[in-house]
């Protein structure tokens, strides 16, 4: 059995930077993809970046290309989530999620962590 856990949210600025991490307990092998996930209050749960098992190629949704960056340890088991130039819109519980081969953009992945809180506010 795998699990997530994710940590770094917390209360920041506009225009400051938070990173998330996403510790996997269990296999969490090159085999892999892994992507992080964002749920405003009343919205629906949106993809926002991925990594494909090796750590080769990266994904990312429009509103955040050149402002998030995702990468990955194989050796410790852990995914980041670098966000630099934060805004309020970026306010929204995150989520990191593991697959078992390819990345997808869509919500189905195997595994989930319980998420982290992320509030852009001055």
């Known amino acids: 059995q795998v699990q997530l856990v994710e940590s770094g949210g917390g209360l920041v600025q506009p225009g400051g930077s938070l990173r998330l991490s996403c510790a996997a307990s269990?296999?969490?092998?090159?085999?892999?993809?892994m992507a992080w996930f964002r749920q405003a209050p009343g919205k629906e749960r949106v993809f926002v970046s991925a990594i494909s098992g090796s750590g080769s190629s990266t994904y990312y949704t429009a509103s955040v290309k050149g402002r998030f960056t995702i990468s990955r340890d194989n050796a410790t088991n852990t995914v980041y989530l670098q966000m630099n130039s934060l805004k309020p819109d970026d306010t929204a519980v995150y989520y990191c999620a593991a697959r078992f081969g390819q990345v997808v953009f869509s919500g189905n992945y195997d595994y989930w962590g319980q998420g982290t809180q992320v509030t852009v506010s001055s």
């Open positions: 269990g296999r969490i092998s090159s085999s892999y993809g």
